[in-house]
């Protein structure tokens, strides 16, 4: 090695001084010959030995290949950070065809049948058993009725049931105190909400139960009309979307968030394997419409519509008198309702859209 070190040294030195022989055609330089330079070399060679310490590092070789293939299937992270982001991004799309209905769940309010938890109840064992009271020698009982029923019921005056018991069930001094009973039980638990109102075993009153509302209701359903599955090490940013309610994030790391309330941002996904979702916000409305039946006798009530009103008479009971009934209808169909009148339901989310996203590959610090 020391020798190898030596010839290193001379070999710089013999250059150096080469650069200085000029060439003696042109003047102007020092002149030495090969004799005079083979002199001083070997004149000083052991002093240059004595004071030179030479250090060898280790050569590190760059391997270069003009054959390298890049297989753009390669899902193998590497770094993106800031205005780098954009190499090594794909852009996808997909589109979307849903229907409010496959998507949702309407319940029938009108026909769900009011159920209580209270002392009658509880004591007869009959959570659908919801009024009896004794009149004039008889049991009289009031049980499986529906929404649309319990409505209606609640909208006749005391004076109607004292007819309506004199009626079918004669006259007794207690027939005033009796009809004011059952007027106050039919309207009290559907008109107001009092912490006094008897609930059902799961809680709910009458009026949660039905969700009677004179101006009509809107239920607000959110289903998830698209899913994108993220594995690690890849994010995605959206550039186009359609109106929606909510995008969320779910990870199996136990992170999740929502831009709704901030929670994440324009990136979604990376540190873990991640679900987004895109959620729709979907409108249904029902109301109880009034209509006048005029004229609804005993015996008339059956599973046809009503010439007069266009509307199913088999909520009806037999024993009804009272010239007004409280249907239940899906849908409005007035003009402010924001689509074709009569339809169940609305959203802002188109039925058809197209989804655009970019995703780029990440590395987690």
């Not at 009658?120 to 008889?138: D, F, H, I, M």
């Not at 109880?288 to 004229?295: P, R």
Request: net charge negative; charged share 15%.
């Amino acid at each position: 090695m020391d020798h190898k070190a030596v010839l290193l040294a001379l070999v710089l030195v013999s250059g150096s001084l080469a650069g200085c022989t000029g060439d003696p055609d042109e003047g102007g330089n020092d002149e030495f010959d090969s004799e005079a330079l083979q002199d001083l070399i070997d004149q000083n060679l052991q002093d240059f030995i004595n004071n030179t310490s030479v250090t060898v590092y280790q050569e590190i070789h760059h391997h270069y290949h003009n054959n390298t293939t890049i297989d753009n299937t390669d899902n193998s992270v590497f770094n993106v950070n800031g205005s780098g982001a954009g190499s090594g991004s794909i852009m996808q799309m997909f589109t979307v065809n849903w229907n409010h209905a496959d998507d949702i769940q309407i319940i029938d309010y009108g026909s769900r049948i009011v159920t209580l938890n209270d002392t009658l109840q509880q004591t007869s064992g009959e959570p659908n058993l919801l009024y009896a009271l004794v009149y004039n020698g008889n049991l009289i009982e009031f049980r499986d009725v529906n929404c649309e029923q319990f409505y209606s019921y609640s909208w006749p005056s005391d004076n109607y049931w004292e007819d309506w018991l004199e009626d079918n069930y004669g006259y007794e001094s207690g027939l005033g105190y009796a009809a004011n009973q059952l007027e106050n039980f039919w309207r009290n638990n559907a008109y107001w909400g009092s912490s006094s109102n008897p609930v059902n075993a799961n809680g709910e009153s009458v009026s949660q139960q039905c969700e009677f509302s004179e101006s009509g209701y809107n239920n607000y359903h959110y289903p998830t009309v698209f899913q994108i599955q993220l594995p690690v090490g890849q994010a995605l940013d959206f550039m186009s979307l359609p109106n929606l309610d909510d995008i969320t994030l779910e990870c199996d790391d136990g992170f999740s968030g929502s831009s709704s309330n901030g929670s994440v941002g324009s990136y979604l996904g990376g540190q873990a394997n991640c679900t987004v979702s895109g959620i729709a916000e979907v409108v249904s409305y029902h109301w109880y419409n009034f209509e006048d039946i005029g004229g609804f006798t005993s015996g008339n009530n059956n599973s046809g519509n009503n010439s007069n009103t266009g509307h199913d008479l088999s909520n009806i009971p037999d024993w009804w008198v009272w010239s007004g009934w409280y249907y239940y209808e899906a849908g409005r169909s007035s003009s402010s309702w924001p689509s074709t009148a009569g339809d169940e339901t609305y959203s802002q989310t188109p039925l058809e859209f197209a989804v655009y996203y970019t995703t780029y590959f990440v590395e987690v610090s």
